[in-house]
Nanobody, 119 residues
Framework: QVQLVESGGGLVQAGGSLRLSCAAS????????IGWFRQAPGKEREIVAA????????SIPPFAKGRFTISRDYAKNTVNLQMNSLKPEDTAVYYC????????????WGQGTQVTVSS
């Protein structure tokens, strides 16, 4: 089993920054990707960023490029999401999730952390 715990959410004004962290524990040896997703009320869940654990290759969708950065810390077994120039439309619950080698789906999910951006 894998456990994921997010932290770092909160309330910030538009234009501000937040840094989210995802701490992974348990059977993480087969980790392929760790991704950050978000879901706003009434909207579908969308991916925000993903990082390949072994190489550090990062994938960022267009709406987040230039504002969001994803990184990993081997020593702490964590993945961080640095979010800058936040907008009110970034308000959502942010989740981290883990995809194992040989699998296409993100099988393990954290409990989520709320990010609220005020205008």
């Amino acid at each position: 089993q894998v456990q994921l715990v997010e932290s770092g959410g909160g309330l910030v004004q538009a234009g501000g920054s937040l840094r989210l962290s995802c701490a992974a524990s348990g059977r993480t040896l087969n980790t392929d990707f760790i991704g950050w997703f978000r879901q706003a009320p009434g909207k579908e869940r969308e991916i925000v960023a993903a990082i390949k654990w072994s190489t550090g290759y990062a994938s960022i969708p267009p709406f987040a490029k230039g504002r969001f950065t994803i990184s990993r810390d081997y020593a702490k077994n964590t993945v961080n999401l640095q979010m800058n120039s936040l907008k009110p439309e970034d308000t959502a619950v942010y989740y981290c999730a883990l995809q194992e080698l040989g699998h296409f789906e993100y099988k393990y999910w954290g409990q989520g952390t709320q990010v609220t951006v005020s205008s």
